[in-house]
């Protein structure tokens, strides 16, 4: 029987008076507003049917991960809280930077999208906030553009067999720019070396130790498998689109334990919040009172260990691309 559609959630309760706030609160607050009016706009699929042109993969990559941050999603950055070190603003710059990378003439392989963007974030931002995000949509946003193949998924499957060893140098250099934590070293392929393989060689050998890693080497069956069709289930179900996306990415969390706690904190404790993200969606997830509950359970429980799923909401924004384009 569908669900009736649920009310509207935030995980974020407010407590103690109500206070005027400041004249500079007042101004960062339209931005907020602005991306949460342009989320809950979402366009029809129609609009995006493919193949698209490059200035349209590189909107709807922006908008996947606004629409992303947007979602209050457990644990992670989102436009009412951010995490040690990483503020909301952050990423709204870097979505920025990254419809600027990916719309950037000449910018039409998968490395150099990654390193534009990268370079044009750090520009803005002092920290890794997008390195993720730009691994995993860039191959999407070049296979989206492609009008010789029939499907966005078959035009993704050429994309990545056409990967090239320039293509991995350009991502290794984004890389250490980037320089996300907890990468450490590894025998073959390290990041700190030049790579003698082409991108997807590279991928392949870490996909054991990286989600994103593993999308590049199985041809992105997580996302087309579980992400976007988690999404569009939920959408159909008569979420809005920001419910829509803390679904989907409760459901990504509870069937592959996040890469970047794994290497932060451990696989021990990766699979444990994977285990509780699964136990959320059994209670219902956002749908029921008493998997909301747990979902702000869950959400407190992340925030208070210093456990973010990152990597998760990656894939969450590779779930929405793939949702609005339509083959």
Not at 101 to 123: K, M, Q
Not at 128 to 156: D, F, M, Q
């Amino acid at each position: 029987m569908p669900l009736a559609r649920p009310p509207r959630h935030s995980l974020s309760r407010r407590t103690g008076p109500r206070h005027r706030p400041s004249s500079s609160r007042r101004r960062i607050r339209s931005p907020f507003k602005a991306t949460r009016a342009a989320v809950k706009s979402i366009p029809e699929r129609s609009r995006f049917s493919f193949p698209l042109r490059p200035r349209q993969a590189a909107d709807l990559a922006a908008f996947a991960c606004l629409a992303e941050v947007a979602s209050e999603k457990p644990g992670n950055v989102t436009l009412r809280r951010g995490l040690p070190g990483l503020s909301p603003f952050d990423f709204l710059h870097s979505a920025s930077a990254l419809r600027a990378g990916f719309s950037s003439s000449g910018a039409r392989s998968v490395g150099r999208l990654v390193l534009t963007t990268i370079r044009r974030t750090r520009r803005r931002v002092s920290t890794n906030t997008n390195l993720g995000l730009a691994l995993i949509l860039a191959p999407l946003a070049v296979a989206s553009t492609r009008a010789r193949s029939t499907s966005l998924r078959k035009s993704l499957r050429q994309t990545l067999r056409g990967l090239t060893r320039h293509d991995a140098e350009q991502v290794y250099e984004a890389i250490r720019l980037a320089g996300p934590g907890g990468l450490g070293k590894v025998k073959k392929q390290d990041v700190s070396q030049r790579p003698d393989r082409n991108l997807r060689e590279c991928m392949v050998l870490a996909r054991r130790r990286d989600s994103i890693a593993a999308e590049y080497s199985s041809g992105y069956t997580l996302t087309f498998g579980t992400g976007a069709p988690a999404l569009k289930r939920a959408l159909d179900q008569g979420f809005s689109i920001r419910q829509a996306i803390v679904m989907a990415y409760l459901k990504l969390l509870s069937v592959r334990p996040d890469s970047l706690i794994s290497r932060k904190h451990g696989s021990q404790t990766a699979r444990r919040v994977s285990r509780l993200a699964a136990d959320v969606l059994k209670s219902g997830g956002i749908s029921t009172a008493a998997g909301r509950c747990r979902t702000i359970a869950l959400d407190r429980t992340l925030r208070s260990s210093c456990l973010n799923p990152g990597t998760t909401a990656d894939l969450t924004a590779a779930a929405v691309y793939v949702t609005l384009v339509s083959d």
